[in-house]
């Protein structure tokens, strides 16, 4: 089948005119990102005010306007100065000299020929390109704002009394000042276009942005947290969370390692440690708040509410123990974990407001860190409230008491695993129950 004329010219010269509208519009690396515009407009503008130039110097030669001739003449030449002036960086002295010569032609054609072939009808593009410059420029843009403007409106009131010195017949000033009305109109059309093109591609490149800032304050937040900072912008974000199991896991022979290791090399192995604890968690629900040099801490229970919150971390504590010490047997680096857990109440929020980070405080969490700190290698150890909550359904060895710093002695159970055929989940309410020192932690 044959292919339409229209087609075999856009394959033709589309790749030419794209390639010209690329040149135009491609400013050099040395011009400020907040001149682009006005490089681009005075580029583009200085490159049509030659060819138009250019075609009314034959129109008025043809006429027999010499004047005219010749002032387009050196409009030709002003024009490719103009060129030359952008290229140099100086795009607002280039602008300001093709608004003179704007509004000088314009005054020169309606005093010369009348004002029905609408040559001051390009006094309205420059009135609009004149929005381009930069925001910081409130008063010189006010001021070429009025340049144009207030000859367009002089014209239009001092044609009736000063009639032209060659007129033109009827039938030609129609005919021109139609094609100067209608090109005029393209140009304004094509300014609106570019302008809607290029906030479509600001709004694409500013959804971009957002969704980065999104992905990274997900990673940086839980889920619920993040939504409630993006949705309502809250900037204080507290909560208190009654029912709540909090871990610490922290790698045994990390600092002796440390001494022997590249800088890189040891981050790489931070990176990959913390990035299985990462899967872990994912895989059991549980929440990584952050982690402290050698240290992973998790949670179950905040920010997300969870009756099961001790269950999901007692099998996430065993997994990870179990992933932990068979990749550490195979890499050989000499490095083990100890795990420390207890359930109780804590407070989550956002500290800082540049480098923010979600944090869990309470009675809780120190408790969580001493049962890491005062635990034993290879071992999970819980203290009392969540012993509690999982005798039922776990096997475990007694401790003893541990004493913490700054803290009454506590019960301390090591976790064995799960008793073959346990219920999966804890159900009904949890309360407090009094412990042998007088404090209460959680039961069912």
């Known amino acids: 089948m044959k292919r339409q004329p229209l087609m075999q010219l856009k394959e033709r010269f589309g790749p030419l005119m794209r390639g010209l509208a690329g040149s135009l519009a491609k400013a050099p690396d040395t011009i400020r990102r907040e001149d682009w515009c006005i490089y681009v407009v005075v580029n583009c503008g200085s490159l049509a005010g030659l060819l138009v130039h250019a075609s009314f110097v034959a129109l008025f030669l043809f006429l ?20 030359w002036l952008n290229h140099k960086k100086f795009h607002y002295t280039a602008f300001s000299l093709a608004s003179v010569e704007m509004v000088s032609h314009a005054v020169a054609c309606q005093f010369l020929i009348g004002k029905e072939p609408g040559f001051q009808y390009w006094l309205v593009t420059g009135a609009a390109f004149v929005f381009l410059f930069p925001s910081g420029y409130r008063f010189r843009k006010f001021g070429l704002f009025c340049f144009f403007v207030g000859p367009l409106i002089t014209l239009h009131f001092l044609a009736p009394r000063f009639p032209p010195l060659h007129p033109l017949s009827p039938l030609f000033s129609e005919v021109l000042g139609s094609l100067n009305l209608g090109t005029v109109c393209v140009v304004l059309a094509a300014f609106a276009l570019s302008f809607r093109l290029t906030m479509e591609k600001l709004d ?57 290791m590249a800088p890189g090399d040891m981050v790489a192995l931070l990176n990959d440690v913390f990035t299985r604890c990462d899967q872990l968690a994912e895989k059991h629900g549980v929440e990584r708040i952050k982690t402290i040099g050698g240290i992973y801490v998790a949670a179950a229970g905040a920010p997300v509410p969870s009756n099961d919150h001790a269950i999901c971390l007692a099998r996430f504590a065993l997994e990870l123990r179990d992933t932990m010490h068979a990749w550490f047997q195979e890499t050989g680096q000499g490095l083990s974990v100890r795990i420390g857990m207890c359930s109780g109440p804590v407070i989550g929020g956002i500290i800082g407001t540049r480098r923010f980070i979600y944090d869990l405080w309470g009675e809780t969490v120190s408790v969580a860190s001493g049962m890491e700190t005062h635990g034993l290698i ?3 150890q819980v203290a009392d409230p969540s012993y509690r909550l999982l005798r039922a359904l776990c096997r475990f060895e007694p401790r003893g008491r541990i004493r913490i710093t700054g803290k009454e002695p ?34 069912r």
């Open 64 to 83: 027999g306007i010499r004047f005219l001739a010749w002032f387009n003449v050196f409009s030709v030449c002003l024009y490719s100065g103009l060129l």
């Open 378 to 380: 290879g071992e999970i």
């Open 204 to 260: 694409g490149q500013l959804a971009e942005e957002h969704e980065k800032t999104d992905r990274l304050l997900r990673n940086i937040l839980p889920d619920q947290v993040a939504d409630r900072r993006l949705r309502d912008g809250t900037s204080v974000i507290a909560d208190g969370y009654n029912d709540v199991s909090v871990l610490f896991c922290g790698i045994v022979g990390l600092a002796p390692l440390s001494e022997k």
């Open 410 to 443: 506590v019960d301390a159970y090591l976790l064995k695993g799960f008793m073959a055929g346990g219920p999966a989940r804890l159900t009904g309410q949890i309360h407090h129950a009094p412990l042998a020192d007088g404090r209460e932690a959680q039961t």
